[in-house]
């Protein structure tokens, strides 16, 4: 089973183009997977594990592979592991996770079961109940429902039975005794399964199996021809931590195929070269390395390489031949072939099939028909194959165009043997386009030919030809020098031997000469040509090759390193060398594409991934490209591979040493010449042998330019401004000269002296002041214009004053302004009124404009607007601003008596005059200028920013926003809530805001408190204030007058909290409070009964209604309170529970008599002559409203009338008990003064009565008020406030309270036994 898996997985991954990173084996009937897992962890962890075989040993693999690799591995086996077993197997859930199994039959599911397993359910069902289980029998261990073996059973079963129903009445009363029937039978059985092809389990939902086939008279495949095989599905499945098995689509397989059949692609390459020369040899080598390395590796999964080599023998007509038989073998393409002499005939014979050429050893430019044919690496610079462009001819190699390069740039780019005079020697057929390639370079480094001849291949034997023919080509040479001999001679051709018969003639006649020679030539066979006569030790003139690929036997090129073990693995006795590695290239190379397409890819689609990918990096990351199509438009195409050109140099002992190499930009050349001129020399035409220009030129390419003035041109040809202090007065500098008697003017750039009051600076580079007269001029230029430009926002009136306070003065009874900070109004033009204009104060009757006077810089008295006498109404705000009117604001600001209009003009006038006489230069420099002028500005623009910051806050503003913080502290998230009951705020709440503003508040009333206090706390959120603080549920309503003083209303508040209500019932809803300022149309509603006063009162949850009393019972004059008096009435009438109406005061609440008596007639007096009816309203519509609700009801304003005087009545009569009580109280206690009295005399002498008398009546006053306030009905306990001539306990002598204070003791503590000295002490 093993191989099988093996062969199914290496097939599956070779159509992806993936290979088995590790395998591992056990043997079949054991346990010891230990050596498979061995084997498997000499290489990195997989990422995913094939398991095939049983399921004890592969549960044991698994668990021991989690120990190496982890949790992270994937596993998947396949169905006949047992997977039941295998699950149980693997025990716990860290074994079980990233397992899976596929599976021949669909997973068993209680949740979802499919149509084939809810039918064998039914079936199961039906069994069970046929059979009794409870009898020992082979039927007795049934599992609970279907699982993956006895499905898979039940569908063989099925199969069965529909085969034997399509023939029933041929099986009825079958004689299984008759052998002959019973195989004719089995045979017509099995007929009619093959006939039949698709057999249907289920016509329902047509789960069926097949086709099956036989293999006789089978005239197509894919239908069932030949196939035993019935289910063509396999289902993924994948193990959870319980062990059970669930449904993993992403591993379902539809197929059509019957069963595995591995399919193995043979491509076949072909090659024809000169098995005879090492060249020849060696690409052979390289080539096939390649091949058998990727066959090796499975690189291309089950696809091989074979390669076909043909011997051409350095024969034209060979070659063409040879690449016939290739063509009639159907080979994939050609690689690796030819020579520089044979090429040509290969590609012409390739024309007949279409056939991808890569790679081509020769230059040929004769080869101009079109042809559809190719070579793919072929060693060789076939010009046709480059240009015009051909898609089929894949060129590896550099062009010749880049060897030439590669030389030049060693020997006089990088001056590594620099030289002047260079000749050419060039195959009169093959060397050609190499020495036309070596000339366009020369051109472009600004050198000419010196001397060129050509030469032609003859036979390698005798030697004496070859040397003729070098004498002959020598001469041939030396006839075309100009003067001396050359210094370095290029030698263009591929025949080794004539090359060094050349080299060895040439340099007896110039010694000196240095030699070079293209790759063509091929580097080992030269080195055996000049090492022949050497005796082992090369000492003849200095030789160079150009190459075409990197060093073979370099040890940091991980590619080259690769190249070297493959050949060895090919054969051990192989060298490297530049032939076989430029073949191992071709060879990787075709590999790499092949890895890139698909099973069976043609040659089309071959050469269509190459200039689709554009880039091919092959295995050890050498790249190839870019390959590009010719399209017609002005993207040329491109197939040349390799960009890279190497210099290698002979040694002694005829080895190469690389010494140099030119990388071309892949992206924009393509082997053709750079028709540039070298560093900055220049040239007309390409033609043209390029030139320098002139010292105090420059370049452009084609063109030498004169430097301008104030430049130079440098050696690199370039114009360099000239340094500073110099300057070139002239075009065409070739240097600058020094400016020592002045500066250079930066507009003409002639030196000029410096200008009167001015001096050159000690380096020569300028004229400057000395550093002293820098200070003095900018260090007042400098704070003028910050000056003039802060005093700018107040000449034009641009800032307004500031308020702190608006009041009407106690002492001369006119009211007062007070500015925060001076206020900059002067008194001139007395006669003329002074305006301005008030804004933001928070009063409706502030905010307009007053006639005002100056009392000091920071007061402002208000003035009648028309008739400019004092004002004597009260108009109380801590915040707003105020503005001089215009022409005022720019005629009556000023300080010191000046207006600012007249300091600003003056300012100006000065500094503008300091800035026009620039004694500093500062304006011939506009960046200096810029920066010290704009930090001016900026400066005053930072002042005028931070006066701004730091006045703009008065005292009330700071106080809110420490509040602010403070109810920030308490309360973080302050949210929005219902209107109405949810928003009541505590007595502490209340009194913690009057403290904390209470020097601002004074007497001033409610209107003050929600313009100046109330909405600048509430302006970020837009709550009320309940809901910043932190709403409560409301236990009292709260009926007052906004004109109230707050004070009073607090004191009022403060007693009423501490005399009635219990801490649950300190929270208090009070409109100015608990409505949200900001939203008041919303908080009154559409109508009466929509208003936040009715949902409050009306919600359930108050007890009561306080109304705040002052002396004159202002809040029964006003609408709204008529409003909450009347609901009161209602609610009080409705729920006996609800308290009623508690009338507050600051001496306490009236209702329970804990007020003065002076206080309590005051108000009896004031509401024996009030009417309700007369109550009024801000709104006219409100007291309309309210009116009409208090008619509607029954007994209309005097029922109102009658509650209200009926619930004072009843306060005085608590006010009468309570003082009677008291009276009574204080008559005994005075009964029983005189006895005091002498007690007191008789121990005057011992005794410090003053000290003792005085604390008694403290104490005293504390104990009488308890015992009398306890001593009311009700249990009320009396709010108290010790107050100058508020109570009668002020006018108890002191010898009476110290009586009582000692009659109350001796009572208390009439169970104690005091010491005499205790007791005279009392």
Not at 1123 to 1149: N, P, R
Request: aromatic share 8%; hydrophobic share 40%; charged share 20%.
């Amino acid at each position: 089973f093993g191989q099988a898996g093996l062969d199914g997985v290496i097939s599956a991954l070779g159509a992806y183009r993936l290979s088995i990173h590790s395998y591992g084996t056990y043997v079949r009937g054991t346990e010891f997977v230990q050596a498979g897992l061995d084997n498997m962890t000499k290489f990195s962890p997989p990422e995913f594990v094939v398991l095939v075989g049983t399921y004890a040993p592969l549960a044991a693999f698994v668990k021991s592979a989690r120990k190496v690799w982890g949790t992270n591995i994937l596993f998947c086996a396949l169905s006949f592991v047992g997977s039941e077993q295998f699950s149980a197997a693997l025990g716990s859930p860290e074994y079980r996770r990233n397992v899976y199994v596929t599976q021949v039959v669909e997973i068993p599911s209680l949740d979802q079961p499919g149509h084939m397993e809810s039918r064998y359910r039914k079936a199961l069902n039906y069994f069970e109940e046929s059979i009794d289980l409870s009898q020992e029998s082979e039927c007795s261990e049934i599992s609970n429902g279907p699982d993956l073996t006895s499905t898979e059973g039940y569908l063989v079963g099925l199969l069965t039975t529909k085969t034997i129903q399509k023939n029933q009445q041929e099986f009825i009363d079958l004689n299984l005794t008759n052998q002959t029937l019973l195989r004719l039978k089995r045979e017509q059985f099995l007929n009619t399964v093959y006939d039949a092809g698709l057999v249907q389990l289920d016509d329902e939902y047509g789960f069926r199996l097949g086709p099956y086939g036989e293999t006789s008279g089978c005239h197509f495949t894919g239908n069932g021809c030949g196939c035993n095989q019935g289910m063509r599905k396999v289902f993924g499945s994948m193990i959870r931590d319980d062990g059970t098995f669930q449904r993993y689509s992403p591993l379902d397989l539809d197929f059509d195929t019957c069963g595995f059949k591995r399919n193995v692609w043979k491509v076949v390459f072909g090659q024809t070269v000169s098995t005879a020369t090492r060249f020849g040899q060696a690409l052979y080598q390289g080539t096939l390395a390649a091949f058998e390395a990727a066959n090796r590796e499975s690189r291309l999964g089950d696809a091989t390489l074979s390669l076909v080599t043909l011997d051409e023998g350095l024969n034209a007509t060979a070659a063409g031949e040879n690449t016939r038989k290739l063509l009639e073998q159907n080979v994939y393409a050609i690689v690796s072939s030819g020579h520089p002499e044979t090429v040509h005939e290969i590609v012409k014979t390739a024309d007949l099939n279409a056939m991808p050429v890569i790679g081509s050893p020769a230059d040929l430019r004769d080869l101009r028909q079109p042809f559809s044919g190719g070579v793919i690496g072929s060693p060789a610079h076939l010009r046709d194959l480059r240009q015009p462009f051909q898609d089929r001819e894949i060129n590896i190699r550099a062009s010749l165009y880049d060897e030439a390069l590669c030389m030049i740039s060693f020997f006089i780019d990088q001056k590594q043997l620099p030289v002047q005079r260079v000749s050419l020697l060039c195959d009169s057929v093959l060397g050609v386009e190499a020495c036309s390639a070596m000339d366009q370079v020369l051109r472009t480094r600004g050198l000419e030919v010196s001397g060129r001849a050509n030469f032609t291949r003859v036979p390698n034997d005798p030697i004496q030809v070859l040397q003729e023919a070098a004498e002959k080509s020598i001469d041939a040479l030396a006839a075309t020098l100009p003067h001396a001999g050359p210094e370095l001679l290029i030698l263009a051709g591929s025949q080794a031997s004539l090359i060094a018969e050349l080299v060895q003639s040439a340099h007896r006649r110039w010694e000196g000469c240095v030699f070079a020679a293209f790759a063509s030539v091929g580097a080992e066979e030269l080195s055996a040509d000049l090492m022949r006569t050497a005796n082992g030790k090369y000492e003849g003139p200095r030789i160079f090759v150009s190459q075409v690929v990197p060093d073979p036997s370099s040890s940091d090129n991980s590619f080259v390193q690769q190249y070297r073990r493959d050949l060895q693995a090919l054969n051990g006795s192989i060298t490297p060398s530049f032939a076989s590695l430029e073949g191992y290239i071709t060879g990787q190379f075709v590999v790499e594409v092949l890895w890139r397409l698909p099973y069976g890819s043609g040659r089309a689609s071959f050469l269509d991934r190459i200039y689709y990918e554009r880039n091919i990096v092959v295995k050890g990351g050498l790249r190839l490209g870019d390959f590009r199509r010719d399209l017609g438009n002005d993207s040329q195409g491109c197939n040349q591979g390799f960009r890279t050109a190497y210099l290698t140099e002979m040694r002694s002992n005829g080895s190469f040493k690389y010494v140099w190499n030119v990388d071309r930009d892949a992206q924009s050349t393509c082997g053709e010449p750079d028709n540039n001129c070298a560093g900055r020399m220049v040239r007309a035409s390409r033609s043209d042998v390029c030139r320098l220009c002139s010292l105090g030129q420059s370049s452009n390419g084609t063109h030498c330019t004169p430097c301008p003035k104030g430049t130079f041109g440098d050696n690199s040809f370039n114009c360099v401004t000239c340094l500073e202090g110099s300057t070139s007065e002239e075009e065409g500098q070739p240097q600058c000269r020094q400016c020592d008697d002045g500066i250079i003017n930066p507009s003409s750039l002639i030196c000029e002296p410096c200008r009167i009051g001015w001096q050159v600076d000690e380096h020569r580079h300028g004229c400057d002041q000395t550093p002293l007269f820098w200070i003095i001029v900018l260090g007042i230029t400098a704070p003028l214009l910050v000056l003039t430009l802060a005093l700018l926002p107040f000449t034009c009136g641009c800032i307004p004053v500031l308020l702190d306070d608006v009041t009407l003065d106690s002492d001369s009874e006119c009211l007062m302004v007070k500015a925060h900070g001076p206020h900059f109004v002067i008194n001139i033009f007395e006669r003329i009124p002074l305006r301005m204009q008030f804004s933001d104060t928070g009063d409706p009757r502030l905010d307009k404009e007053f006639q005002v006077q100056v009392m000091s810089k920071h007061k402002l008295k208000l003035l009648h607007p028309e008739t400019g006498s004092p004002i004597t109404d009260s108009f109380e705000s801590s915040k707003g601003t105020a503005r001089l009117t215009f022409p005022d604001r720019i005629l009556r600001a000023g300080i010191f008596g000046v207006p600012f209009v007249v300091l600003q003009g003056l300012l100006l006038v000065l500094v503008i005059s300091l800035i026009g006489a620039d004694l500093v230069g500062l304006l011939q420099d506009p960046l200096l200028a810029s920066c010290v002028y704009g930090g001016a500005v900026l400066m005053a623009m930072v002042l005028h920013w931070m006066s701004r910051k730091l006045k703009w806050q008065n005292p009330l503003k700071r106080r809110q926003k420490k509040y602010r913080r403070e109810l920030a502290r308490v309360h973080p998230y302050p949210v929005s809530c219902p209107r109405g009951a949810g928003r009541a705020v505590t007595e502490q709440q209340v009194a913690t805001l009057f403290s904390t503003f209470s020097d601002f508040i004074r007497d001033r009333n409610m209107y003050y408190i929600n313009a100046n206090i109330v909405l600048p706390l509430t302006a970020a959120r837009k709550l009320s204030f309940a809901e910043l603080a932190g709403p409560n549920n409301v236990a009292w309503f709260v009926s007052h007058y906004w004109g109230t003083s707050f004070k009073h209303f607090v004191e009022s508040l403060c007693l009423h909290a501490q005399t009635i209500a219990s801490a649950a019932e300190s929270n208090y809803w009070i409109c100015s409070l608990s409505n949200n300022q900001w939203s008041i149309s919303e908080e009154l509603g559409h109508s009466w009964d929509e208003s936040s006063f009715y949902l409050t009162l009306r919600s359930g949850l108050c007890v009561g209604t306080a109304m705040i009393l002052d002396a004159d019972a202002l809040p029964l004059t006003r609408s709204w309170c008529l409003f909450e008096v009347l609901q009161t009435f209602l609610l009080t009438s409705e729920d006996a529970k609800y308290k009623g109406l508690m009338l507050c005061t600051t001496s306490g609440v009236l209702n329970l008599g804990c007020t003065s008596v002076d206080v309590s007639m005051a108000l009896a007096g004031r509401l024996a002559e009030l009417r309700l009816e007369d109550a009024q309203a801000t709104d006219q519509r409100d007291k309309e409203m309210i009116e009409n609700l208090v008619g509607s009801m029954s007994g209309g304003f005097e029922a109102v009338n009658h509650f209200v005087r009926q619930v004072f009545r009843e306060a005085l009569f608590k006010m009468k008990e309570r003082f009677e009580n008291e009276f009574g109280t204080l008559t005994q206690v005075l009964g029983k003064a005189y006895s005091a009295e002498h007690l007191l005399a008789e121990h005057a002498t011992q005794q410090n009565p003053g000290s003792l008398l005085h604390q008694a009546s403290k104490r005293l006053e504390a104990t009488l008020l308890e015992r009398s306030s306890s001593s009311l009905s009700g249990g009320h306990v009396c709010g108290i406030r010790l107050r100058k001539n508020s109570s009668t306990i002020g006018h108890i002598p002191t010898a009476m309270a110290a009586l009582e204070l000692m009659r109350i003791s001796d009572a208390d503590k009439e169970s104690d036994v005091h010491s005499d000295a205790q007791a005279a002490s009392l």
